[in-house]
């Protein structure tokens, strides 16, 4: 079986964000009626923040968009809280068909709020789905699945991959279909923080970033722009093929340790935001997950080595795949 | 009035099969918004239309399925541990609501959503029943003592125990009714006409009458109808599945006259065939009109609107007046007016000054990563 399938019928030439002009986009902020698609995900945006409309033309402008009045997952609302916070300190919600799943954060947060509700929509929902909160991207159809705490390097890795030939499935959550136990693509941008920016920078100059926002809970975050090819191959899924926990150490000689399966499959349980609401479910689909996988431990410092190293592996699985021996 | 496709979809489940894109975007919010998108799946299940529902809105209620079910395993698991915690006691377990429904196997429970489970006691079993529970882990934690006074002294149940470890909710009722409403039924009446379930010995659910009594009561004596639509379409279902069994109308209005429940029960009655189609004899409509007070087509009016799910979709200009209105009613049904002048001073008081009454933890900040 080839393993990439497309998961959704696309039309050839999907109206995108870029389509619009600027006075459109916001118009349609303004009444909610901005519908973004990545990947399975449709969702509905309200926001009269001209800065918002600017990041999401920035980042957004590749994804199809839909025609409002249909079907959407998500409606989403980012607004200012009370008149007297419009002048003093000024604060911005998040709200999930009105209800607002945070604390208000101050304005300049705006766009990465917005990131983060929609993340959260997605992982408080979207039950059809075994959803790990790990990154995920892809060669020649198999998925490497890169499951780790924050701090852990696993975003950086995953926006150098993506800038050197793999394609970017997710960088913040995996969803595993139950049935097929393929993943399915977001394609959303990177979320960077910290050194994290800098280092992206100069590893990929062309990179497109979004707003830098300072003094954030975790520091300073940025978004990266999704490389365009991902966003328009979205819909293609991939196979499980690898689980490699990453971690950054300075200095470190990349090394990859195989890990006992077992150890594996309580690490990315103790991941996945939904694996106990599954219930037996959610085992079996994880189970299946890790007997098709290689399940690995990598320490790495330089991220040209760790790419020369998921180069290999993608080298090495294309040509089990070629002989027809069984992954 | 808006047109609102989630009432529409309650009240024939067939519907589904016309459903445009649009329609379901609503549906979806609705539901979701009135806590009934796993109710509304499993009815589609059932009804073998899942499958026909357009994939986007269908992986909706498949989630909510999933999460219905799940709910379900864990929701008897922890009624049967309540139960062997009170047996230890020899103090017998009556569910109320949506633990009783879940144990009782009744065909709304399916999808049915709760948080709390929902235990009477006889009032003289109090002090026993919470030091036991207490023992097993339910402990009722960061309450001020002005909570513990209003619930102990005015309220019909003791502020709500948490489990220390699995974090499940019981609410333990004396009554049905708070002590200071102005005709409380008598708990002993309920008690003896509880139902002991053979799958579970132990366990005891009201019979029939009194199930759809209570949740009448629930719903036409309560305030915040967060779950207002939820639970009148639980009184859609109870009447639809026991309106069949004979004696049963004839039961429920003799029991609606013992228990003072008359009122609350004409409101139900109403509301449910006017709303959702339930079919009640005509007789036990026109008898229970003499019970609904003076401006019945005015609480018509407010309860049409009050009762939807709270959004925007299905709001219209009335709505909040209708259900402040019910908010205030709820509060003067509960306590003498000295009371309630007393109670409602101190909440506007911490409303102004934004002190919180007790700490709560119920604001997440984003995760971050």
Do not use: C, Y
């Given at each position: 079986m080839n393993p990439a399938q497309p998961a959704l019928t696309a039309t050839a030439n999907p109206i995108t964000l870029a389509d619009l002009t600027s006075t459109e986009l916001r118009a349609r902020l303004r009444h909610g009626e901005l519908v973004l698609r990545s990947g399975p995900i449709r969702m509905a945006i309200r926001c009269e923040r001209d800065e918002v409309a600017a990041a999401l033309w920035l980042l957004y402008s590749d994804y199809p968009i839909e025609a409002p009045g249909g079907f959407a997952d998500f409606h989403v609302h980012l607004r200012g809280t009370d008149l007297l916070r419009r002048w003093i300190k000024p604060q911005i919600i998040f709200e999930h068909d009105g209800h607002a799943p945070f604390l208000a954060l101050p304005q300049p947060q705006a766009f990465a709020l917005l990131e983060w509700g929609m993340n959260w929509c997605i992982a408080n929902y979207c039950h059809q789905y075994l959803m790990a909160h790990a990154a995920v991207v892809e060669r020649n159809g198999f998925a490497a699945i890169l499951p780790a705490p924050p701090g852990s390097g696993k975003s950086t890795l995953c926006a150098a991959l993506v800038h050197r030939g793999w394609r970017l499935l997710s960088d913040e959550m995996t969803l595993i279909d139950p049935a097929s136990c393929n993943i399915l693509g977001l394609a959303r941008p990177i979320n960077l923080k910290n050194a994290s920016i800098d280092i992206m920078r100069s590893f990929a100059p062309d990179a497109v970033f979004g707003p830098i926002v300072p003094d954030t809970k975790k520091g300073t975050v940025a978004h990266l722009r999704a490389p365009r090819e991902s966003i328009q191959r979205v819909d293609e899924t991939a196979r499980p093929r690898w689980i490699i926990f990453p971690r950054y150490e300075a200095g470190a000689a990349p090394t990859l340790t195989p890990m006992p399966k077992h150890s594996a499959f309580l690490q990315l349980a103790e991941n996945a935001f939904n694996y106990a609401a599954l219930g037996r479910q959610g085992f079996e689909v994880l189970g299946e997950v890790i007997d098709m996988s290689d399940c690995l431990h990598f320490r790495y410092s330089q991220l040209d080595d760790a790419i020369a190293i998921f180069d290999e592996l993608a080298v090495h699985a294309a040509a089990q795949d070629r002989s027809g021996v069984a992954a | 009035m808006k047109t609102d496709s989630l009432l529409l979809l309650m009240r024939d489940t067939s519907q589904a099969t016309s459903f445009t894109l649009g329609d379901w975007d609503q549906v979806i919010r609705l539901a979701r918004v009135a806590n009934v998108l796993a109710r509304l799946a499993e009815d589609l299940a059932v009804a073998g239309l899942l499958e026909q529902v357009p994939q986007a809105p269908r992986d909706h209620l498949i989630a909510a399925r999933l999460l219905g079910q799940r709910q379900r395993m864990a929701g008897l698991a922890e009624i049967e541990r309540v139960r062997d915690a009170l047996a230890a006691s020899k103090l017998p377990t009556v569910l109320l609501k949506g633990g009783a429904y879940l144990a009782a196997n009744?065909?709304?429970?399916?999808?049915?959503?709760?948080g709390d489970i929902d235990l009477l006691f006889r009032r003289e079993d109090l002090p026993e029943a919470e030091s036991t529970l207490i023992l097993h882990g339910w402990n009722s934690g960061a309450v001020s003592d002005y909570d513990q006074r209003y619930y102990r002294q005015?309220?019909?149940?003791?502020p709500p125990l948490t489990h220390i470890k699995r974090h499940s909710v019981l609410d333990v009722h004396?009554?049905?009714?708070?002590?200071?409403?102005r005709h409380p039924p008598d708990a002993k009446l309920l008690l003896e006409q509880a139902q002991e379930l053979p799958d579970m010995p132990g366990v005891f659910v009201l019979c029939p009458a009194d199930m759809v009594l209570h949740s009448a009561c629930h719903l036409f004596h309560?305030?915040?109808?967060?779950n207002g639509l939820r639970d009148l379409s639980d009184l859609d279902r109870l009447l639809r599945h026991f309106g069949r069994q004979d004696g049963f109308w004839a039961t429920l209005s003799e029991r609606a006259g013992l228990l003072h429940l008359r009122r609350p029960l004409c409101y139900a009655v109403r509301m449910c065939t006017t709303m959702l189609g339930t079919p009640v004899p005509n007789d036990i409509v026109r008898e229970l009109r003499r019970f609904g007070g003076l401006r019945l087509s005015l609480m018509d009016a407010i309860y049409q609107r009050a009762l939807r799910a709270d959004h925007p979709l299905s709001n219209d200009r009335w709505t909040p007046l209708a259900r402040w209105s019910l908010y205030v009613r709820a509060h003067w049904l509960r306590m003498p007016p000295h009371l309630l002048a007393a109670h409602l001073a101190r909440k506007i008081w911490f409303r102004w000054t934004g002190m919180p009454e007790y700490p709560t933890n119920e604001d997440e900040v984003p995760e971050q990563h």
């Open positions: - | 009744l065909s709304l429970s399916r999808g049915r959503m709760f005015w309220m019909h149940e003791l004396h009554n049905i009714l708070p002590a200071t409403a309560e305030g915040e109808l967060g």
